[in-house]
């Protein structure tokens, strides 16, 4: 069972695919292939985690390996638009400790927060801030826990956070107790915030 924690020390290829609804399950499927037919055979590869959004606009890869070295980059499929393809460790979580179990029909749903910098020198501030929102956060009534990646190219960040349900998701978000630092995060980087969230399809 794939297992999400900063104590771990492995590091994580996410990569995030676009597609069109009546398209998702196919794509779900070529996900899972890469990860069988292809990724786990290398010898750094750890787990293989699949993930479909609820409202069938995207499909999630998120592997996990021992080290860069052994890191190999996801493939594009032909036939569908290029991921955004990036590795990540994780730099922060809320609560401290706490571990995500990633299983297929698991209790709860997924969210990404997903940013881009504007700049790849921006990355240190905005991890500090992020930092900061997660404290924020953290204690929400519906949030289980929450693992905070950033990109080892410097573009990137992404959140991992592990919800009971939309409704808890939605209640923190149409009150969101970041927003005094939040100004200061959309300076640096660019939010592709996606209201819906995921739920986990596949491991390994």
């Known amino acids: 069972m794939p297992l999400v924690n900063q104590a771990n020390g492995l590091l994580a290829e996410f990569a995030i695919f676009p597609v069109e609804p009546?398209?998702?399950?196919?794509?779900?499927?070529?996900?899972?292939?890469?990860?069988?037919?292809?990724?786990?055979?290398?010898?750094?590869?750890?787990?293989?985690?699949?993930?479909?959004?609820?409202?069938?606009?995207?499909?999630?890869?998120?592997?996990?390996w021992a080290d860069q070295g052994s890191y190999l980059a996801t493939q594009p499929f032909t036939e569908f638009a290029v991921p955004d393809v990036h590795l990540y460790d994780i730099f922060a979580e809320e609560p401290e400790g706490s571990e995500l179990h990633l299983s297929p029909n698991m209790d709860g749903l997924i969210n990404f927060g997903i940013f881009k910098m504007k700049q790849p020198e921006n990355q240190p501030r905005f991890a500090e801030l992020f930092r900061q929102a997660l404290k924020m956060v953290s204690g929400q009534a519906g949030l289980i826990s929450t693992h905070t990646h950033r990109s080892l190219d410097g573009w990137r960040c992404i959140n991992f956070g592990h919800w009971r349900s939309l409704e808890d998701f939605?209640?923190?978000d149409s009150?969101?107790?970041?927003?005094?630092?939040?100004?200061?995060?959309?300076?640096?980087?660019?939010?592709?915030?996606?209201?819906?969230l995921h739920e986990v399809v596949f491991t390994t």
């Open 175 to 196: 009150n969101r107790p970041f927003s005094p630092i939040f100004g200061e995060m959309l300076d640096l980087a660019n939010n592709e915030y996606q209201k819906k």
């Open 170 to 172: 939605t209640a923190m």
């Open 22 to 64: 009546d398209s998702q399950a196919n794509l779900v499927d070529r996900a899972i292939q890469n990860i069988e037919s292809t990724l786990k055979h290398n010898a750094g590869f750890s787990s293989g985690t699949v993930l479909r959004s609820c409202d069938g606009l995207r499909v999630t890869s998120y592997v996990q």
